[in-house]
């Protein structure tokens, strides 16, 4: 069993810079998947980046350039860095681990950009 926890959510200016981190507990998230998914009002849960665990990351073409996954083993820690923050980033952003069948997710924290 994990837990994930996520923090550094915010409201942000179109521009700015948010880093957010997904703790991990339970298990190391060394050996899963991890992903960062977000899912804005009225909208399906999309997956934004992820990494492997050996350490490829995966983009949407939307963040490519602006948005960079990575991972702390030794923190048990998957971060997300996001620059040049634009209003359609807004959404509550999730962290997911994915090992096989196996899939957790963390309870969300919301980023806002606006001005």
């Known amino acids: 069993q994990v837990q994930l926890v996520e923090s550094g959510g915010d409201l942000v200016q179109p521009g700015g810079s948010l880093r957010l981190s997904c703790v991990g507990s339970?298990?190391?998230?060394?050996?899963?998947?991890m992903g960062w998914y977000r899912q804005a009002p009225g909208k399906q849960r999309e997956l934004v980046t992820s990494?492997?665990?050996?350490?490829?990351?995966n983009s949407i073409d939307s963040v490519k350039g602006r948005f960079t996954i990575s991972r702390d083993n030794a923190k048990n820690t998957v971060y997300l860095q996001m620059n040049s923050l634009k209003p359609e980033d807004t959404a509550v952003y999730y962290c997911?681990?994915?090992?096989?069948?196996?899939?957790?997710w963390g309870q969300g924290t919301q980023v806002t950009v606006s001005s």
């Open positions: 997911n681990a994915k090992l096989y069948n196996l899939n957790y």
């Open positions: 339970g298990s190391s998230l060394s050996i899963y998947t």
């Open positions: 990494i492997t665990t050996g350490g490829n990351t």
